[in-house]
T-cell receptor
Framework: AAGVIQSPRHLIKEKRETATLKCYPI?????VYWYQQGPGQDPQFLIS???????DKGSIPDRFSAQQFSDYHSELNMSSLELGDSALYFC??????????FGPGTRLTVL | DAKTTQPPSMDCAEGRAANLPCNHS???????VYWYRQIHSQGPQYIIH???NNETNEMASLIITEDRKSSTLILPHATLRDTAVYYC???????????????FGSGTQLTVLP
């Protein structure tokens, strides 16, 4: 069965640069969630979208923004990157708030 | 969403059943119990969820106490590949237009020993 696709899988950036992470949900899923997992930490919710509208917001820095497009894929834009932004970023998708299925994640390293 | 309490770590012998407990004493009537696991740095993997009845699928069984204040995830025949952090998460059910996030606690590190 098709799963959540995230790209890129690995990303290396310098401080103060920008990064864009992409998430392609499972076909027919209309809801996307973003989570951040720092080293040795548990995943933390950042933001979610339902039917292309922002639904919930967690501990997402103001430097980050996200959107969901008409084809339901989502992008997480991160600006003025800091060393502390180095983390795994997971995207999950669901059908109308039901069970969430996670992608493999993007490992972001900020140097 | 209700807070959950899990033991930080457990060991299990390969081929034996792994029973992972979770306390969620403040759970509300409309909150489900979800279990996910995360194998080192991979994306969290959905295992099973339930409201009040016991549930079983190809991966595991979920036993929820009658008062719903605790539950147990059972992996019937643990293998080395089941070594992972297991998260018990309580989450409200679906409502129209909502996209309720999962709140991850510390989970239980299950180590399956050969």
């Amino acid at each position: 069965a098709a799963g959540v696709i995230q790209s890129p899988r690995h990303l290396i950036k310098e401080k103060r640069e920008t990064a864009t992470l992409k998430c392609y949900p499972i076909p027919r899923h209309d809801t996307v969630y973003w989570y951040q997992q720092g080293p040795g930490q548990d995943p933390q919710f950042l933001i979610s979208f339902y039917e292309k509208m922002q639904s919930d917001k967690g501990s997402i820095p103001d430097r980050f923004s996200a959107q969901q497009f008409s084809d339901y894929h989502s992008e997480l834009n991160m600006s003025s990157l800091e060393l502390g932004d180095s983390a795994l970023y997971f995207c999950a998708s669901s059908l109308t708030g039901n069970t969430q299925y996670f992608g493999p994640g993007t490992r972001l390293t900020v140097l | 969403d209700a807070k959950t309490t899990q033991p930080p770590s457990m060991d299990c012998a390969e081929g034996r059943a792994a029973n992972l407990p979770c306390n969620h004493s403040t759970i509300s009537g409309n909150e489900y119990v979800y279990w996910y696991r995360q194998i080192h740095s991979q994306g969290p993997q959905y295992i099973i969820h339930g409201l009040k009845n016991n549930e079983t699928n190809e991966m595991a069984s979920l036993i929820i106490t009658e008062d719903r204040k605790s539950s147990t995830l059972i992996l019937p025949h643990a293998t080395l590949r089941d070594t992972a952090v297991y998260y018990c998460i309580v989450r409200v059910g679906v409502s129209s237009g909502s996209a309720r996030q999962l709140t991850f606690g510390s989970g239980t590190q299950l180590t399956v020993l050969p």
